[in-house]
């Protein structure tokens, strides 16, 4: 008889669309040169940022009153309390959200990279265009008329499931820039509505995201003074997410909390195409190391990225490969290929990673707003399964004593009828609870 070992059970699971839990056994991974960034490329996109906080501070005066784009880390007892398998009871207090959800501006992790790859756009125009002078002049000047006029010249693209097209909108189109953005075929209405209302080109595709990715690079590639956001490829995005890393250490310090070999930081991510998670995890491992335990958490149809950190199989090959059909409604996360640049920075260090039935999304949105009024859309809620009941398994003594953030991707922004009806989902399917 052959026997099976764990990779081929998980895989099967894997290939079944039933939902996973994968250890990375640290078997190479192959795959392209990793960028050539560290410490000090994070470094300078939190300076970057900072050079933009009186910028942001005077475009976004209700939402962004220090003109710094970040979330807290929420303590969520009684989420934990209820929902920890009973022998791991006692690690309630060290279960945190890290609030993206709430993220000003954008409502969503995408606020990160989306956002800061426009403010780099926008610097090196202002800089040409010598609406400032230099990076210590003062970058509430690119909020003038002045600005405005000269930015209009100029075209964003990106392609998008939504968030980041929502957060590359609004940024955009807060400067003055002509923007457009391709939105997949699983993108929500109400997101090209408001895109559409903010002065944004919404261009509608039939097919999923990595064509409209591909349609979007294209059009960029044939204009004239046009910037591609590449989800998919591009190192700013990476970077501006990676910022995460250095603030969420700020924070764990200011809260007392120890990272170390013997009690690890793990972190529960959504992913979709990767770049998120991705340089999230890169910021983290930037000041962590190893001690960052990072797992990555996908739909049961859209599971790319760990079908990629799995399998032997080309960078090219997409979930459809393996006979998942990429439908879910988490919408943030109905990705079918996984971004190369991600595997290549940071594959081989991701500690594993799970994929989430979309039900099982529903229902912990439902619980996250009962046990702790949080307002959560599906792709946001799905690292819970990976605090509150995967990481139980894995059989090491530091997991009792780690500190767990399960990063909360999205949601803050959902309109009210749509977020009832997400919601009224997951209550009717925890109605037994
Ligand atoms: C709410 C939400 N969570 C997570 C992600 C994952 O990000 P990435 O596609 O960069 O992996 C997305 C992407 O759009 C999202 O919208």
Same mark, same amino acid.
């Given at each position: ?54 910028? %942001? ?177 591009? %190192? ?72 990629? %950190? ?124």
């Amino acid at each position: 008889m052959t026997e099976i070992n764990a990779d081929t059970w998980t895989w099967n699971r894997l290939s079944r669309g039933e939902p996973t839990f994968w250890l990375n056994s640290g078997r190479p991974i192959p795959h392209e040169t990793p960028p050539s960034i560290g410490l000090r490329d994070i470094e300078d996109a939190r300076a970057r940022w900072e050079r933009f906080a009186p910028l %942001l501070k005077a475009l976004f005066p209700d939402q962004v009153t220090d003109g710094i784009i970040e979330s807290p880390l929420i303590p969520v007892p009684k989420l934990a309390a209820r929902y920890l398998p009973e022998e791991h009871r006692d690690a309630s207090s060290r279960i945190f959200v890290k609030a993206d959800h709430a993220l000003p501006v954008a409502g969503s992790i995408k606020a990160r990279g989306g956002i800061y790859e426009v403010l780099c756009l926008a610097e090196r125009v202002a800089l040409a265009e010598k609406i400032i002078s230099g990076h210590d002049d003062d970058y509430s000047k690119l909020a003038s008329p002045l600005a405005r006029e000269k930015f209009a010249r100029y075209r964003l693209l990106v392609a998008s499931t939504g968030n980041l097209g929502f957060a590359v909108g609004t940024m955009g189109r807060a400067l003055g820039f002509e923007t457009t953005v391709h939105m997949s075929s699983d993108a929500k209405t109400w997101k090209k509505d408001r895109l559409r209302k903010l002065g944004a080109i919404v261009v509608e595709h039939a097919a999923d995201y990595t064509s409209a990715v591909a349609a979007a690079r294209s059009e960029a590639a044939a204009a004239d003074n046009a910037h591609f956001v590449d989800d998919e490829q591009s %190192l700013e995005l990476f970077l501006g997410y990676s910022v995460a890393g250095l603030r969420v250490a700020e924070q764990l310090k200011k809260a007392g909390i120890e990272v170390s070999a013997k009690k690890p930081l793990c972190v529960y991510l959504p992913c979709g195409v990767g770049g998120a998670p991705g340089g999230v995890l890169f910021g983290l491992r930037a000041v962590f190391g190893d001690n960052v335990w990072g797992f990555f958490a996908e739909p049961t149809a859209s599971a790319c990225m760990l079908m990629r %950190l799995m399998s032997q199989l080309p960078p090219e090959a997409s979930v459809y490969d393996i006979g998942l059909d990429n439908r879910t409604e988490a919408d943030g996360l109905a990705v079918g290929r996984a971004s190369e640049l991600v595997v290549a920075a940071v594959g081989e260090h991701v500690k594993g990673a799970f994929t989430v039935a979309d039900d099982e999304m529903f229902r912990w949105v439902a619980r996250a707003q009962r046990e702790e009024g949080l307002r959560l859309e599906p792709s946001a809620a799905a690292g819970f399964p990976g605090a509150l009941q995967h990481i139980w398994t894995v059989p090491a003594p530091e997991v009792a004593n780690a500190t767990h953030l399960m990063w909360t991707t999205g949601g803050s922004m959902v309109p009210d009828e749509q977020y009832q009806a997400m919601l009224a989902r997951g209550v009717a399917l925890t109605a037994n609870e």
